[in-house]
């Protein structure tokens, strides 16, 4: 059984061997124009597919949509029967089928044309002919006649052609179907890169599930408003420490004009103790703090304080605007719940 698995992956191996040649030469315009197409949708991109490629269909919007395209899968015998209306003008269509015949598809092109939507297809419809070679095969796609009624009637075809499927009868979709999966994140790929698409636009779009978690935003996880203690410059010993005991930080900002001027951690009373002995506590909040402290951004991401926090070995950050102004503060605590710690 091992070897008919084995069978099987190098046979789709090869299939996304063969497509990435056909994306690198005969096929690289048209893929180019497929992106050009995405990028000018004002709307969104409907993608739809029967059967096997319905599913490859459903996965091509998920992607899409995750990496900054609004998009959805639209079933197409749905779509007959009343969930056309989900179509307006300033879409795109990308259309899935390995015979590029399947009949719900096709009656969707009348509707298509009349909103004068641009589709892309994604067929199977051609035959992937190897020539022999001693170093390496060299894929080519070639049809045996004209091409499918839905690749003649869009506005950029792309062949997911296979030189055989990877089942044992030769009839279930896998190899083709991989295909499929491949192009599409290709095209989604692509897309992103040319619209900008940052790290940043990801997470906006992933508040949820580990995956969220991880790239959660300092102001999610930071306490502010009345939960930070701060203090003044000329507060006394005494009273900072009151403060940073209340707020259960092991930490105060010292601040003046609502700008950070400094900040005191149980580390430095620690120290400061160790140093002056019980003078300490005649002591100010501006004379015991340390100046310049590191501070963070409630727009960074979580894991950016985190690798701060290692880096510095403190347990605490402040977080503070543009100009300076204290908005909170981050704690190592406030990070186990993102799985990071």
Known sequence: ???????????????????????????ADAFNRGVEILYACAGRVAVTGMGKS???ARKIAATLSSTGTPALFMHPVEALHGDLGMLARGDVVMALSASGETE???????????????????????????AP?????????????????????????????VAEEACTLG??????????LALGDALAMALAEKKGFKEEDFADLHPGGKLGKRLARVATLMHSGDAVPRVT???????????????KLGITAVVEDGKLVGIISDGDLRRLLERRGKDALDLTAGESMTRDPKTI????????????????????????????KVEGIVHLHDLWGTEMV
């Open 171 to 180: 009839l279930a979709p896998t190899a083709s179907t991989t295909a499929m």
């Open 104 to 130: 719900e598809i096709l009656q969707l092109l009348a509707t298509i044309k009349r909103l004068q939507l641009p589709l892309i297809a994604v067929t199977c419809d051609e035959r992937v002919a190897r």
């Open 133 to 161: 070679s001693p170093a390496k095969p060299v894929a080519k796609a070639s049809s045996a006649g004209n091409s499918s009624t839905l690749a003649a009637a869009a506005d950029v075809s792309l062949s997911c052609a």
């Open 297 to 324: 951004s409630a727009s960074e991401f979580a894991a950016t304080a985190l690798a701060i926090m290692e880096e510095r070995k403190i347990t605490s950050l402040a977080v503070v605007s543009d100009d300076g």
């Open 1 to 27: 059984m091992h070897k008919t698995g084995e069978k099987v992956v190098r046979i789709e191996a090869q299939a996304l061997q063969d497509l990435a040649d056909r994306i690198a030469g005969e096929m």
């Open 54 to 56: 319905g599913l490859v």
């Open 233 to 247: 410059p000329q507060t006394k010993m005494p009273d900072v420490i009151y403060e940073m005991s209340r707020k």
